[in-house]
Nanobody, 114 residues
Framework: QVQLVESGGGLVQAGGSLTLSCVATGNIRSINYIGWYRQRPGELVARVMSGGAVHYGSSAEGRFTISKDSARNSVTLQMNRLTPEDTDVYFC???????????WGQGTQVTVSS
């Protein structure tokens, strides 16, 4: 079993920054990717692949930065220049190797006030 522990999120004014962190623990042999998705509309925010490649969703490109600590199976998402449109519940997701099983965190609320 794999558990994802998320931290960060909260309330910030437009133009501000927030940091989200996620640590994957449990029976993990290896990770295909780990990253963040938002609830509406279920889109990718950012993820890091096993080889180090990074994928950003269109709303995150240029404003958010994701980094991975492979030793800890964790990722940190630095979100800058936030806008009210970024308001959402953000979920950490991991896909494990070799069976491609996916696991989700409980979600963390990000609220950006105008």
């Amino acid at each position: 079993q794999v558990q994802l522990v998320e931290s960060g999120g909260g309330l910030v004014q437009a133009g501000g920054s927030l940091t989200l962190s996620c640590v994957a623990t449990g029976n993990i042999r290896s990770i295909n990717y780990i990253g963040w998705y938002r609830q509406r509309p279920g889109e990718l925010v950012a993820r890091v692949m096993s080889g180090g490649a990074v994928h950003y969703g269109s709303s995150a490109e240029g404003r958010f930065t994701i980094s991975k600590d492979s030793a800890r199976n964790s990722v940190t998402l630095q979100m800058n220049r936030l806008t009210p449109e970024d308001t959402d519940v953000y979920f950490c997701k991991v896909e494990t190797f070799p069976w491609g099983r996916t696991y989700w965190g409980q979600g963390t609320q990000v609220t950006v006030s105008s």
